[in-house]
């Protein structure tokens, strides 16, 4: 039996992945519902929708508008609790080879703690990733991923527990990427991803009113990339632990782009409405793409910007 590596094999945080393309959080659902729109073997890692302590119904309608270059959402992290999620859509999902990585959020410290040690006792969860752009209602609702010392805490706190590797997804919503980047590697993250949503609006002018219901919603999607892959490479410069690239990535050479930059894996969220299955398509032509660049392994390309 041939066991040498295929050239899209990666190995992150000890797990490993037989294509560096994953799905992101909140745009895949929690993974299984797609199973009769693509082969779920043939990705590279499913990231399930946000997991909370008890369920949540989210915002208001409407909660999507297209824009331009992208989408805006608010969906406001509907899901159907991390207990229900362990009995109702785990089952099904341990049944596949792809690596499942559970998005874990909260409004307190203790949100988070108490939905990992949950997940702790469930098998087949390769990770957790840690979703800090929610408000920490515990501390006056500034968002944890934007006030360092409640980022520090979280995480510290969250890695103590954890009996999985644990990335922490930054928010992009922040001057600079670099300090919270050192802050999640100092606090204890196994890996980094980036970007989440960019805060945005959209104004109906015949109304004069916002187009999605809860006011403000996440800006996602092409329009994104170039700051997207800007911080990436930012932060990838500024640690040593791996980094998840997410933002707008539609294609092979996108996906390209972001390892270039330094990411080890990337993220596909907005390109899976108008495509459930485009993650086995940038996968499959990532591959023809490594024998245009003269590159025998994916690995190859991480971090190789040139300036």
Known sequence: MDNAPKPLEMMVCGIGFRNPILTASGTFGYGIEFDKLLDINRLGGIVVKGLSKEPIAGNPAPRLWEARAGMMNSVGLQNIGVRA???????????????????????AKDDYLEVVRVLNDADGVAAYELNVSCPNTAEGGLAFGVDPPALAHLTEEVKKIAARPLIVKL????????????????????????????????????????????????LSGPAIKPIALRMVEQAARAVRIPVIGIGGIASAEDAAEFLIAGASLVQVGTATFWDPAVTVTIARDLEAMLHELGVRRVRELVGTLQK
Do not use: W
């Open 85 to 107: 999620f362990i009995a109702e859509k785990l089952p099904a999902l341990r049944t596949y080879s792809t690596p499942i990585i559970a998005n874990v959020f909260g409004y």
């Open 171 to 218: 928010s992009p919503n922040v001057a600079a990427i670099e300090p919270f980047a050192r802050i999640a590697e100092e606090s204890g993250a196994d890996a980094i991803s980036l970007v989440n949503t960019f805060v945005a609006l959209a104004i109906d002018a015949r109304t004069r009113r916002p187009r999605i219901g809860a006011g403000y919603g996440g």
